[in-house]
């Protein structure tokens, strides 16, 4: 099946903006997306939707980088790096971070701003693009948990997306249960952690969801992904899909590359959803090295009919 498909890739023209009013990327009942973060090198949010629609992506799971400055927020004067190491900060950046904070604040909570992301949601449903997952949050205060639901809830999104961890399970859950939304949890290796339970996150709160990324729980485990989804059908709401190698690979273990071209069983996965009509959205996370000659939008595309060919 998978040579088969790669075949078909071989001939495969990406999709552009001209190519049709407005894409549709639901394949035999299966919601093919991506998360936003496959066009990272692609900073302007209006690039950004530009990508989704030339890589032909009728849905997406947005990032919320940039995005507060798209709408017209001021702009926090620290870097990333100054962020993450604030005891590091001179007296005259924590000067300036107080008042970035109060600004970003007096702007998030004025009359006016949910409606800004209002109209960035219909700039996207008028684009063809459905934004079902917001992966952005003001922090960890309810309050700003609280302000997290109602933007993610203005864009049209579900929920909203973070790293999969028992605080995280605890209060963002809580915040969804709150604005009768869900909040879905997205793991890196931690299913490969001894300790480990995934069982005792979710029940933490009855919002909490899963971002199953099938490559990251095939790579770092080996364990099969389809066994997985089968259990955890009902308490997932979205998968990252990509191709990574098995774990024990003697070559490159756990390593991301095009589709078709590792072992995780991506096809298999995406037939499984589709066989039993599960409403999870299945996003594309484009990983793997760009080729020479190619850019994030035409690999994008080329994922997106991949998983074309496997449900159709």
């Known amino acids: 099946m998978a040579m088969l498909i ?15 009013d407005k894409p549709d990327s639901n394949y035999g009942g299966v919601q093919i997306g991506a998360i ?26 947005l990032m919320g980088t940039g995005i507060e400055a798209y709408l017209g927020a001021p702009e926090n004067p620290l870097s990333r ?17 107080a008042k ?27 684009a063809g693009i459905n934004i079902h997952i917001y992966k952005w949050l003001a922090g960890m205060s309810d309050e700003e948990l609280d302000y997290s639901f109602k933007v993610a809830k203005a864009l049209g999104a579900i929920g909203i997306t973070t790293e999969i961890g028992e605080e995280a399970c605890t209060k963002v859950g809580a915040a969804a ?8 949890f997205h793991n890196h290796y931690q299913y490969a952690e001894e300790d480990f339970d995934v069982d005792k996150l979710l029940a933490l709160n009855p919002a909490n969801r899963l971002n199953f990324d099938i490559g990251h729980y095939f790579g770092s485990t080996g364990k099969d992904p389809v066994a997985f989804i089968e259990k955890y059908h009902d308490q997932i709401a979205s998968i990252h899909v990509k191709d990574k190698t098995a774990k024990d690979n003697q070559v490159e273990g756990n390593v991301n590359k095009a589709f078709g071209q590792g072992e995780t069983p991506v096809v298999e996965v995406l037939q499984l959803i589709q066989k039993n009509s599960w409403p999870i959205y299945c996003d594309i996370e484009l990983e793997y090295p ?8 035409k ?11 496997a449900l159709l």
């Open 177 to 184: 249960e709150r604005a009768g939304m869900v909040a879905i």
């Open 36 to 61: 936003t973060y496959s066009f990272r090198t692609i900073r302007e949010v209006d690039d950004v939707l530009q990508a989704c629609v030339d890589a032909g992506l009728s849905s997406v799971e």
């Open 6 to 20: 790669m075949a078909m890739l071989l001939v495969l023209t990406p999709l552009t903006a001209g190519a049709q």
């Open 290 to 297: 760009i080729p020479e000659g190619s850019d994030a939008v």
């Open 299 to 309: 690999e994008t595309a080329i994922c997106r009919e991949y998983c074309k060919q």
């Open 100 to 126: 970035y904070q109060e600004e970003i604040k007096a702007w998030r909570y004025s009359e006016g701003t949910l409606e800004k992301y209002a109209a960035l949601k219909k700039k996207f449903n008028d």
């Open 81 to 97: 790096r100054e962020m993450r190491r604030p005891d590091e900060l001179s007296d005259e950046k924590k000067e300036a971070l």
